[in-house]
């Protein structure tokens, strides 16, 4: 054997011993150590689930449920599995023994799918066999208590970290979150001091105290307890003690959500037909940097709704307005799924040029919006007169907003301070935060939304009550309280991107050729009502053999006009799957040919670079 092959074999030789021992120092020191390659860092836990990982307490049990058997051939679930199981490693990497997983395959007609079935996850059904596929997540903590996601979606796969997150958070935090309620509205129900009769409950009010330690306190207290979540329901008169420690909770980071109006509809004396805009008024927004103008009511006519009036007709009303998933935020977390949230006469926000708030508007209004003033929109009693004052701007409306940043506090101003010392006795001088910490805040422009007739009709079912949503207007302000009743790293968490990651060109070849497809398909639309327009025409004529002889023929005529069409319709078919194929040639080619012939250069390259050629004898003869 030449000096050359001995020099190869050994060269091989170190490579493969090198590459084993790598593959063993990973596997054993080096596996809680990852490089996330990804464009949105797919696999690497925010900052706020760090934290929430952190701070746990007593140890959690996190018990992973995936059909692997029965979901062969699923690829794309497959992989969203993979992504799943992954992250969830992840948290119980960085718990330091504190979560612990368990990696369950439900075989059918096995103990673990009755495990499955008996914690209630569901998923879809695999025919012939009917077998069902389980993925889903059952946690439970040292107290029992037990949190289940029924099933991953696919389709939420950017909120998946936070749906993780928010689960070990409630599993670390059992006990419900406190809420307070700042609001003079009889949100709790009671007698109506106008007509005498017995006022019900506010849904959504009833259904936060299914969820939350509540406790609903008026605008003439002068404490503020402690909390959680602070909900101001239409503020008004709030007494100046009490706005003091509003404004320093808020400064302290507290999580706020406030219903601010520039005229509240829902209340008894605006319905009695009392004079003038019942607005909610809440002066530390403005010096806080957020826009709230309380003289001013949005009006939309694509978003309208269609009210009966008193004269028994149907007319769309332009301050009553029904958004849709267009003007609903589907990339945060409280109003991804939510497809339908009324209310009447929303106010707009914004925020002023000093402000160092960053806003992220929650709900909006299309972009054929204006404005009216509310004490003009509070006195007309016809829908029909809003027309009138209806001028689309072409401007954004922000209805609902998420606010985060730094701010100033309301009483920041000496003088306000020298004025509630007059006003109020205190033991001791005042020490007051007068920057803030991040802030948590949520506005919603309209105090209507959160009322039952907007959104929910109740019948009597046999002495029972039963609720018919007809919008989500309750899940939307359930979310925001529920978000914000999280630490502060569950409300910092962001949506992460997806791990598909799709074809742009092939997507923009489709859409060019659906384009054309819409195209054609109009013309043909066209032409079969100019048929059918002649055909009428045809048949009033008096001449009966006349007429039916030009209706023959226009049916001939059409027709031929048809098979032109649908043939047009196949060439472009034909066309949009030539583009595709040849773009999947190129692909297959550059895969299958051009990639290994490029490896085997580099390999070439790189073994003439690090082989020492032998030194060669002369020999003489």
Known sequence: MNTNKLINIFIFLIATTIFVAFI?????????????????????????????????????????????????????????????????EEYSQ????????????????????????????????????????????????????????SFFDPQKEPFLEYDISSMIY????????????????????????????????????????????????????????????????????????????????IMNAGSTVALVDPHFESDPLTQMGAVG????????????????????????????IEVQTRSGQINRHLGYLGLGSEQINQNDITTADLEAINGASFGSLGLAKDSRLKMTSLLMASNNASVID???YANINDV???????????????????????????????QRIDNLMQNNSFSEPLDIVRTSKQVNLVIIADADIATDRFWVQKSDFFGQTVLSHFANNADFLINIIENMAGSEGLIGIRGKGTISRPFKKVQN????????????????????????????????QADNLVANAEQQKAIDEFTAQRIEIRRSLREVKFQLENDI??????????????????????LIIFSKLFCVKAPTNNLTK
Do not use: C
């Open 509 to 540: 070849l489709q859409l060019q050729a659906e384009q054309r497809f819409r195209e054609q398909e109009q013309l043909l639309q066209v032409e079969l009502e100019q048929t059918e327009a002649r055909l009428v025409e045809l048949r009033t």
């Open 581 to 602: 194929n040849q773009l999947g040639n190129q692909l297959k080619l550059i895969n299958i040919v051009y990639a290994p012939i490029i490896l085997i250069l580099i």
């Open 384 to 414: 029909l007169q809003l027309s009138d004052y209806y001028h689309p701007m072409q401007k954004e409306r922000v209805l609902a907003a998420r606010y985060t940043g730094f701010i100033d506090s309301f009483f920041a101003d000496p």
């Open 24 to 88: 063993f120092v990973n596997n054993s020191y080096l596996k809680d150590y990852k490089l996330d390659l990804t464009e949105g860092k797919i696999y690497t836990l925010s900052k706020g689930s760090q934290t929430i990982i952190k701070n746990i307490e007593d140890p959690i049990q996190l018990q992973f449920f995936f059909s692997d058997s029965t979901s062969k051939g699923l690829i794309n679930l497959r992989d969203y599995a993979t992504r799943v199981e992954s992250l969830l």
């Open 277 to 304: 805009a019942n607005s909610s008024e809440l002066p530390l927004l403005e010096v806080y940097g957020i826009t709230v103008n309380p003289n001013e009511v949005v009006l939309d006519a694509l978003a309208g």
């Open 170 to 249: 409630k599993l670390s935090h059992p006990e419900a979150p406190k809420l307070t309620v700042v609001s003079d509205l009889q949100l709790a129900g009671g007698q109506n001091m106008l007509t005498g009769n017995t006022t019900p409950a506010n849904v959504i009010f009833e259904q936060l105290g299914d969820l939350f330690n509540i406790q609903l306190i008026s605008s003439s207290i002068e404490n503020l307890p402690e909390t959680d979540v602070l909900l101001l329901w239409h503020p008004q008169n709030i007494n100046a003690q009490l706005l003091l420690e509003i404004d320093q909770y």
């Open 374 to 376: 509310s004490a003009l």
């Open 94 to 149: 960085l718990s330091k023994g504190k979560i612990k997983l368990d990696i369950i395959n439900p075989k059918p007609f096995s103990e673990q799918e009755d495990k499955a079935a008996e914690f209630g996850l569901a998923g879809p059904t695999i025919a012939p066999a009917q077998d069902i596929i389980y993925f889903g997540l059952v946690g439970t903590n040292s107290r029992g208590d037990t949190f289940i996601i």
